[in-house]
């Protein structure tokens, strides 16, 4: 299999079995996921294989260095323009004569329409006419990472592959790449909303893995400072989020009692917090930590 994202494997399975048996849907596929890149990841990779002269992927070959480069005639890209990015129907428009002509280079030609969520409503709706007689060996992949906010017209003519994959395995990537624990992996994920951007806080943030690892113990206002400019920069309930999650690393060097009283602490200023921001919430993170220390040094 071509080197792609983990979490990229089933949808990329999905359509290199569809592919073999000539079964890619006429209509459309909807390639709904994080990060768009990682889905243009995924077709790439899926049409150096459908491309290839040797049928291998080799990446040695005239088709797939003109999928590398992003050049191969058979593939076109439709995207947005202006400053809005919006995608107007006269983009679509455009692509309707190669319609009438065959693939020249490849076995079938593939049309990808980035962002696709920005189509207007008149791009739409051509687009609707030309799936209602969908031309012979061409395909229409629509990528966006928001479906939702495709027409439920468009929506109702595509076939959905989902390409977010599980948080299992994007956090067993997270910790392969960089050593971290998955729990800490976990945060970083659910801070940052997508596997590449977790990746970045864990290995560009060192403030992030220090925190996590040392933040019960750490005893200077170095470790206030941190805190202020980790909430700035993440909010308080990362900071909560990340103080529970050091506070389970550390339990095995505390009291049973010590850790039921920390861990009462942290309910009840965390109720505080949710309900609070700004300056009151960085007193109430504040006066947590201090208490916790206070109950660390207790003999």
Request: one cysteine or more; proline letters at 4%.
């Amino acid at each position: 299999m071509s080197e792609i994202s983990p979490w990229l494997a089933a949808p990329y399975e999905t359509l290199l079995r569809w592919q073999a048996n000539n079964r890619l849907p006429q209509s459309a596929i909807l390639l709904g996921g994080w990060e768009a890149h990682c889905i243009h990841e995924l077709i790439g990779a899926f049409l150096k294989h459908a491309f290839c002269q040797t049928q291998n992927a080799c990446g040695q070959c005239q088709s797939c260095q003109w999928v590398n480069s992003v050049q191969h005639p058979d593939w076109l890209i439709v995207q947005g323009t202006g400053k809005l990015g919006d995608i107007g129907v006269e983009q679509v428009r455009e692509v309707v004569p190669l319609l009438q002509s065959q693939p020249t280079h490849a076995p079938f030609r593939l049309i990808c329409i980035a962002d696709a969520h920005r189509m207007t409503e008149s791009a739409a709706n051509a687009l609707l006419k030309v799936l209602e007689e969908p031309p012979n060996r061409t395909y229409w992949f629509l990528v966006t990472e928001t479906p939702s906010r495709l027409l439920a017209t468009i929506r109702s003519r595509c076939v959905t592959l989902d390409c977010r994959g599980d948080n299992d395995t994007i956090e067993g990537w997270l910790s392969a790449q960089t050593n971290v624990d998955k729990s800490v992996c976990r945060l970083a994920l659910d801070l940052s909303g997508t596997p590449t951007k977790a990746l970045a806080l864990l290995t560009a943030d060192t403030r992030f893995q220090l925190v996590i690892d040392n933040f019960v113990v750490l005893d200077s206002q170095k470790s206030l400072d941190w805190l202020d400019e980790l909430m700035g920069r993440y909010g308080s309930e990362f900071c909560l989020s990340a103080m529970a999650l050091g506070l389970r690393r550390y339990a095995d060097r505390i009291t049973n009692e010590q850790l039921d009283v920390l861990t009462r602490l942290w309910w009840h200023f965390s109720t505080k917090i949710q309900i609070t921001e700004g300056e009151r919430a960085r007193q109430l993170l504040h006066e947590l930590w201090i208490r916790w220390q206070t109950e660390l040094a207790k003999p």
